[in-house]
């Protein structure tokens, strides 16, 4: 798989509407860091990568360009994941909210999912 985050920092960027600089002082890197991220000279350090997601209100995995077919299949198992865990009669209140919030994260847009739900 290709990794494509430095356009995608480069398009996300420019749907909010932030320049390289604005980018880079919330982030406390150069100017230059972003703009080599976005030309695809070198990638953003990994512990940068959740708030870069978070300050383009993206998530991590449409930052890295994960595919859309990958992403709706973790949430098809994710549901199902839930849908078993929701259905025990000693059902675990804690995993149920973690899978509810990955959910949230994740996978809201991933129509496939929410069909066994229909």
């Known amino acids: 798989m ?3 985050i430095g356009e995608n920092i480069r398009n996300f960027r420019k749907k909010n ?9 919330r ?3 150069t100017y ?14 990994l512990e940068l990568l959740p708030a870069i997601s978070e300050l383009l209100s993206v998530t991590v995995d449409e930052l890295l360009g994960m595919p859309q077919i ?4 973790r ?6 994941e839930l849908r078993r865990e929701c259905m025990k009669r ?3 209140a804690e995993k149920i909210v973690t899978l509810l ?10 129509d496939s999912a929410w069909r066994p739900w229909s």
Do not use: C, H, M
């Not at 080599?36 to 953003?44: D, L, M």
């Open 32 to 45: 230059q860091s972003v703009s080599r991220w976005e030309n695809g000279a070198t990638y953003p350090d």
């Open 90 to 92: 000693d059902y675990d």
């Open 101 to 110: 919030r990955d959910i949230r994260r994740n996978y809201l847009d991933s």
């Open 27 to 29: 982030l406390g890197v």
């Open 75 to 80: 949430a098809i198992e994710t549901f199902d």
């Open 70 to 73: 990958e992403k709706e299949k």
């Open 2 to 4: 290709k990794l494509t």
């Open 17 to 25: 509407n932030l320049t390289q600089e604005e980018l880079a002082d």
